[in-house]
């Protein structure tokens, strides 16, 4: 059953969804600024900070249930924020529970290999939260603005014949099983502007503390920036599909992508709806005679089950509060898609 909250949480991110089968042109139908009716920057870090509490909750339950994975890939162009993004949407989940990987220029051996191979042998188990800090996304984005990238692959002639088309099919095909297999795969793109990216860049360059996140070659990638988005639109207009739809999350705010990111990924998380596992009547019955054991072996004096009136002093004052001694806490959810500015 779909709760409120969940209708809220989808609502909201149904903007940046795009539909399977549509044809995308980046720079016309996303706008890298769009704020989704959430007017402040205050406003939406209150709200990221109730979608990692969420995330917390809901992560503990997937670990606990154990059959479903979290596929997160996250695709942008540099400076868009991804490390940033990963840093706050994770920051209240257990690290036990999530794996992050970060896909660079592929090595020797991976090229050896068919292009899926080293994204195969990264992707989270069951129970665990995977990130993907690029991927084999870049299979059909740099390799394709830079086809380079392409022959050092030894892909056979055969296997070259329209590799794009390709690579797209074969991308879905695999989403399609990871999907069938109990792995949700949640595709997110930070959509940045140009102007955001040499502001950026700029300010790398001038705080001598941020001088390590400055790449020359990233300046030299700008400079293919139009290819870079026609890439993107094509990959997004072949790769988003109903098993995994890709979220274009506008990034030219860091607060807003976090926020965005955070919504897509909890999103799933409640499409799932783990559950911690339940014992049986008879496992039950056991439990209640370990306790019965324990209870009896409290020193003098101690309470029998000192956690258990702890729990029922707790429950005494929340039905107080529900009595209208104290007020509950607002759930906070992102507002209506609809209210835009
Ligand atoms: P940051 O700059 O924030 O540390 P990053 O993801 O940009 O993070 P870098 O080490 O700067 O990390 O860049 C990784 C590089 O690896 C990128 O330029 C990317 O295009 C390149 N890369 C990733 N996958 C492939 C691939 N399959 N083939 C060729 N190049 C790739
Ligand atoms: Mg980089």
Not at 265 to 284: E, I, T, W, Y
Request: glycine content about 6%; proline content about 5%; cysteine-free.
């Amino acid at each position: 059953m779909t709760d409120k909250r969940h209708k809220r949480v989808m609502e909201f991110i149904e903007a940046f969804r795009v539909k399977p089968g549509s044809k995308v042109t980046l720079a016309k139908d996303f706008d890298p600024s769009f704020k989704a009716g959430v007017k402040k920057k205050k406003e939406g870090v209150a709200l990221l900070a109730e979608g990692v509490r969420l995330l917390t909750e809901y992560q503990a339950r997937l670990a606990a249930q154990d059959d479903y994975g979290v596929l997160l890939v996250l695709q942008a162009l540099d400076a868009a924020g991804k490390d940033g993004t990963i840093r706050h949407v994770m920051s209240g989940v257990n690290p036990q529970g999530v794996s992050v990987h970060s896909f660079k220029v592929p090595s020797s051996e991976e090229l050896d290999h068919d292009f899926l191979w080293r994204y195969q042998r990264r992707l989270p188990g069951r129970g665990e939260i995977g990130i993907f800090n690029r991927s084999h996304y870049e299979e059909v984005l740099v390799v394709r603005v830079h086809p380079e990238n392409l022959d050092r692959q030894k892909l056979p002639t055969a296997a070259r014949k329209d590799v794009w088309q390709r690579r797209y099919r074969q991308i879905n095909d695999w989403e399609r099983y990871l999907t069938d297999n109990g792995f949700r795969v949640v595709k997110v793109f930070l959509n940045l502007s140009k102007e955001e990216q040499r502001i950026r860049f700029l300010r790398r360059v001038d705080l001598p503390d941020h001088n390590w996140k400055f790449s020359t070659a990233d300046v030299k990638e700008r400079e293919r920036w139009d290819d870079y988005q026609k890439a993107f639109s094509n990959m997004l207009s072949h790769t988003s599909t109903e098993w995994a739809p890709w979220y274009v999350i506008p990034a030219d705010r860091k607060w807003f992508a976090r926020l965005g990111a955070g919504a897509v990924l909890v999103n799933a998380l409640m499409d799932l709806n783990p559950q911690f596992p339940k014992v049986d009547k008879a496992q039950r019955e056991r439990l209640l005679e370990v306790k019965r054991t324990l209870e009896a072996q409290a020193p003098e004096g101690a309470a029998p089950d000192p956690f258990e009136e702890k729990q029922r002093a707790a429950e005494a004052a929340a039905s107080d509060g529900r009595n209208g001694h104290s007020a509950d806490a607002q759930v906070v959810v992102p507002p209506d898609a609809s209210t835009t500015e």
